[in-house]
């Protein structure tokens, strides 16, 4: 399975801000052979401009690609999940 290596939080939107919006958002997020994140869809949504948000970061992110038998990096589907809290 791939392991994040460099996983920046995704920046609030000012529309979530201002609703006080907070809560989780669930990708699928495909994993390249190396280790960037290629696409994602959203699972389970928030709204406020967030969803978008954590599409985008994710392409920021750098992976730990999954290896097959042989060891060799391959691309990897992978959930994962994003925490949006105001402090």
């Not at 529309?15 to 869809?41: D, M, N, P």
């Not at 392409?59 to 290896?67: C, H």
């Amino acid at each position: 399975m791939p392991r994040c290596e460099y996983c920046p939080n995704p920046q609030y939107s000012d529309k979530a801000t201002k609703r006080r919006i907070q809560g989780g958002i669930s990708l699928l997020v495909v994993v390249s052979a190396e280790g960037r994140g290629t696409a994602a869809s959203v699972v389970k949504e928030l709204g406020g401009g967030l969803d978008e948000a954590a599409v985008a970061i994710i392409r920021t992110w750098r992976f730990k690609p999954g290896v097959n038998v042989d060891g060799r990096p391959v691309a990897t589907r992978v959930p994962v999940d994003i925490e949006f809290r105001l402090f």
